[in-house]
């Protein structure tokens, strides 16, 4: 009774034979700023901004689906895998704003001493770090999941898929920007670092959290 579910779900892969998330994960690894799976697909990761539907009428709203309809349908050869996830609000440029605010305050202490001014400026780091901690303040995350499968494993097809998947994710990219264009979206590649944060976030997400 005091088992947790995951603790429930570990046990039960472990009785399996599986014992690490390497066993039990479908990703090989991370090459350069793709991921290997271990299908032998090479796989690139794009996010891609939301648009508010509640601004847009009605008409406009069905426009914007016939749009979207109209990008699937000439993405349908790709298999794209689309994902959306919610995280929160990350505050820490903001927060890290105020704390040199506050430590510049600080250094001009003897020359202006306005302590009510600091007070003030300790007050916005606390609500926004409180707000951090707490989650109050969330958004959506938008991904668009495209691959390339590798005929073998060698470091030369590894290569070749390499260079395929890169021209289908500009002509993807291109193609999002284009018929997206009247709603000024923005698309970008994830790199390294910015997959490794997804893939973790997935993986723990409560964890993930500690590391923003």
């Known amino acids: 009774m005091k088992q947790t579910e995951s603790d429930y779900v570990v046990e039960t892969l472990v009785k399996k034979g599986q014992r690490t ?20 697909y090479l796989v690139s990761i794009l996010q891609v901004s939301g648009i508010n539907l509640d601004l847009l009428a009605e008409y406009e709203q069905n426009r914007l689906f016939e749009d979207y309809g109209s990008f699937l349908m000439s993405q349908v050869d790709d298999q794209l895998q689309m994902v959306s996830m919610t995280v ?11 704390k040199k605010r506050y430590l510049k ?13 600091r007070k003030l400026i300790a007050s916005y780091i606390d609500h926004f770090q409180g707000i951090r901690m707490n989650d109050e303040m969330s958004t959506k995350q938008h991904f668009i999941v495209v691959r390339e499968k590798m005929k073998k494993r060698t470091f030369q097809d590894l290569e070749r898929a390499e260079v395929i998947l890169t021209k289908k994710v500009q002509e993807i990219t291109a193609s999002l920007r284009a018929t997206f264009e009247t709603y000024d979206i923005t698309v970008n590649t994830l790199f390294e670092r910015e997959i490794l944060t997804l893939l973790y976030r997935y993986f723990d997400f409560e964890m993930s959290k500690l590391y923003q």
């Open 105 to 117: 305050e600080l250094e001009d202490k003897e020359r202006n001493k306005n302590d009510y001014k």
């Open 21 to 40: 998330i390497q066993d039990i994960s479908l990703i090989e690894g991370i090459y350069k700023d793709f991921v290997l799976m271990k299908s032998g």
């Open 88 to 98: 929160p609000v990350d505050f820490r440029s903001y927060d890290l704003a105020w």
